[in-house]
């Protein structure tokens, strides 16, 4: 009776350890998701104007926060510059960069977005639930959150998540 105790607290232990390792750890879920997306209204990179949420509604939407001091953004990047070519859209939100940073980053790698927003501090990634560059959010035609990828973006969430939920058909 004396080893029952830490013998049940062990096994339990065990339990949660193997219920653990069964998930992947870069699935976050976000507690954004079904909910209206943050308003916003920040500069558009190399603009005069700016740019908020409403202006997005309508269509589903890929927002995708990068960063010029990001070293998985450049991971994912060539595959942005695909899709671009092929036709979609995607809104890029460069955080906590200057825009000397982000526009000399782009102008090295290329520039894969359709209209690029400055969130200098940061305000609208924490609205957003950002905690590390990349993450990429894909929002219904009302402007609720549907999907959060969290790090770079690869051919198979592409194909398999996100294409979907914008209603393209991946090219193979």
Known sequence: MRYALP???LLGLIVLLAIGLTHDPREVPSPL??????????????????????SLKGRPQMINFFASWCAACRDEHPL???LAQQGVEIIGMDYKDTDA???RWLNQHG???RTVLIDAE??????????????TFILDAQGLIVYKHIGAVT?????????PLLGVKPER
């Open 7 to 9: 013998i049940i607290v």
């Open 111 to 113: 520039n894969p977005y």
């Open 80 to 82: 942005f510059m695909r």
């Open 33 to 54: 998701i079904g909910k209206p997306a943050p308003a916003f209204d920040l500069p558009v990179l190399d603009q005069p104007q700016r740019m908020g949420l409403a």
């Open 122 to 135: 940061g305000k609208t990634g924490l609205d957003f639930g950002v905690y590390g560059v990349p993450e």
């Open 155 to 163: 051919e198979a969430a592409w194909r398999e998540k996100i294409a």
């Open 101 to 103: 940073e982000g526009r």
